[in-house]
């Protein structure tokens, strides 16, 4: 399956970028500017990125999300990353961000994915 995605107002402050496909290579570098570009041009209130028909996401794609959840922090944009299923929510999971990406106003689930986070240098 292709990548796509799809723009929609929600409200006048509120949008939500559908997410379709693999987000892998090249996709995720598009997923990453379409995000900072929403983001930053249209200055919503809350955007949600909604990856229920995402099949497959790459450790790029998942870089791509952590850059629009600094990207809104920065801006004061709302963020969310909901509906991860399959494959993109096992990478989600593995990476200690699922939670993280699900509430940017969350900072108990920020904290607790830095504290999960090996420190490196650190002795075993």
Known sequence: MTFSVAIHHD???????????????????????LITEVILLERPDTLVINLHDVTALSIAGMHALLTGYATAID????????????????????????????????????LLAVLARPVSGAPS
Not at 75 to 83: A, E, F, I, K, W
């Open 75 to 110: 801006y004061g944009t709302s963020y969310r990353v909901l509906h991860a299923s399959g494959q993109a929510r096992y990478v989600l999971r593995a990476t200690g961000t699922l939670d993280m990406l699900a509430d940017s106003d969350d900072l108990g689930a920020l």
């Open 11 to 33: 409200s006048d402050t509120d949008m939500r970028v559908d997410v379709a496909g693999c987000v892998l290579g090249a996709a995720a570098i598009d997923l990453q500017l």
